[in-house]
């Protein structure tokens, strides 16, 4: 007797408990994600040279809304990537000098790694096809003594049970960036409006400020890249492998492009280590100068 495929998709046939039950647990996950996750409203605060062609809201953990010249991203060969700024609310938002050069940096670096797999990067300033401008707009705090507490909780019960105790979901941190891609005219290429909150399942507690802040601007960097390289946003999750070059100079290795340099290297596996007992990220990362 012949098993249809129709057959397998009725209520009552194993195939259909086991799509159910993978869309059940798959449902869970976003909800503990989504319940132990801070709020960073996405708002427009007028750094964009125009916001008309900006999409709708999409993402769930990541909010965004963007635009892509598609034929422009994919015929440009060359880009430059001119220095963050913080909006003066995200600046007000911190109290600990440095943090906000340290925050800004991470997400020229991680940004300048991953425009390296389709771009010849130059310096700030050169003539190139597409100029990057990107204005970190709100910055979410993290608590330092929530974030310390977690951590000793974390690192406590690990020795005790198989799965150390996932971060407190209180005290977490977010940002808010927005970020336009321009020609050589000036005209707007590619832009994206971007909001994300720290979660207690996925992002390490670090004690600083900007603990959730700094992991959060590689979260930026590499979703606006995308569009940058493939000259659109993929609409699931990728599951692809990070090319040689990146992987390389997340590691701290010579980045690809030499103007890549003047972000400094990335601090690899240091930073693994130190943030998995909650050290700050200003332990580990020392921008270049």
Not at 3 to 24: E, I, Q, R, W, Y
Request: proline share 6%; glycine share 10%; hydrophobic share 40%.
């Amino acid at each position: 007797m012949k098993t249809h495929l129709a057959d397998s998709k009725a209520p009552n046939s194993p195939v259909f408990h086991v799509h159910s039950a993978k869309g059940k647990v798959a449902g869970l996950l976003l909800v503990m994600v989504l319940a132990g996750c801070s709020s960073v409203p996405l708002t427009q605060s007028g750094t964009l040279s125009s916001y008309k062609g900006l999409g709708p809201v999409e993402g769930h953990v990541s909010k965004s809304r963007s635009f892509a010249d598609t034929p422009a991203i994919v015929a440009a060969q060359t880009v430059s990537i001119s220095p963050t700024r913080l909006s003066p609310l995200a600046s007000s938002r911190l109290h600990d000098a440095g943090n906000d050069r340290l925050v800004s940096n991470a997400l020229d670096r991680a940004m300048c790694i991953d425009l390296s797999d389709k771009y010849r990067v130059v310096a700030p300033g050169e003539a190139a096809d597409l100029t990057v401008h990107a204005v970190i707009t709100d910055i979410v705090p993290t608590s330092k003594a929530v974030a310390g507490l977690s951590t000793a909780v974390t690192l406590g019960t690990s020795f005790v049970l198989p799965v150390g105790v996932p971060r407190l979901p209180i005290g977490l941190g977010g940002l808010a960036v927005e970020a336009e891609a321009v020609d050589a005219k000036g005209a707007q290429r590619a832009a994206i409006v971007w909001s994300r909150g720290a979660n207690s399942i996925t992002n390490t507690a670090r004690v600083s400020e900007v603990g959730d802040a700094y992991g959060l601007a590689s979260s930026f960097a590499s979703q606006f890249s995308e569009i940058l390289v493939k000259g659109r946003q993929s609409s699931g999750l990728d599951l692809s492998l990070p090319s040689g070059q990146k992987l390389k100079s997340q590691l701290g290795g010579k980045p690809k492009n030499a103007a890549c340099e003047v972000f400094g290297r990335a601090p690899g596996l240091r930073d693994v280590l130190a943030g998995a007992v909650g050290a700050p990220p200003s332990w580990t990362d020392r921008p270049a100068k």
